[in-house]
């Protein structure tokens, strides 16, 4: 079993800057794997980075040369840094692992972007 809890969320003003966490606790051995996904009122939930099997980076294309995935070297932490936020981007963030035939979701974080 495998628990994810974000956190970094909150208001900002257009253009500033959000730094999102997720921590995993659990055996993740089997990791394939993981990444941040968003969900806007009203909308389904999108894909916004994740590391892949392979351990590359994809972004979706509306964050691509704002947003940046990363983790520390035991998979347990991954960060979404955001910047140059628009109010296009609030939503509720969710962290996912994909670990073995399972996939994991944390409860999400708010981000919420307006003046």
């Known amino acids: 079993q495998v628990q994810l809890v974000e956190s970094g969320g909150g208001l900002v003003q257009p253009g500033g800057s959000l730094r999102l966490s997720c921590t995993a606790s659990g055996s993740i051995i089997s990791i394939i794997d993981m990444g941040w996904y968003r969900q806007a009122p009203g909308k389904q939930r999108e894909l916004v980075a994740i590391?892949?099997?392979?351990?590359?980076?994809v972004y979706a294309d509306s964050v691509k040369g704002r947003f940046s995935i990363s983790r520390d070297n035991a998979l347990k932490t991954m960060y979404l840094q955001m910047n140059s936020l628009s109010p296009e981007d609030t939503a509720v963030y969710y962290c996912?692992?994909?670990?073995?035939?399972?996939?994991?979701w944390g409860q999400g974080t708010q981000v919420t972007v307006s003046s």
């Open positions: 996912n692992y994909n670990v073995g035939p399972r996939s994991y």
């Open positions: 590391f892949t099997s392979r351990g590359r980076t």
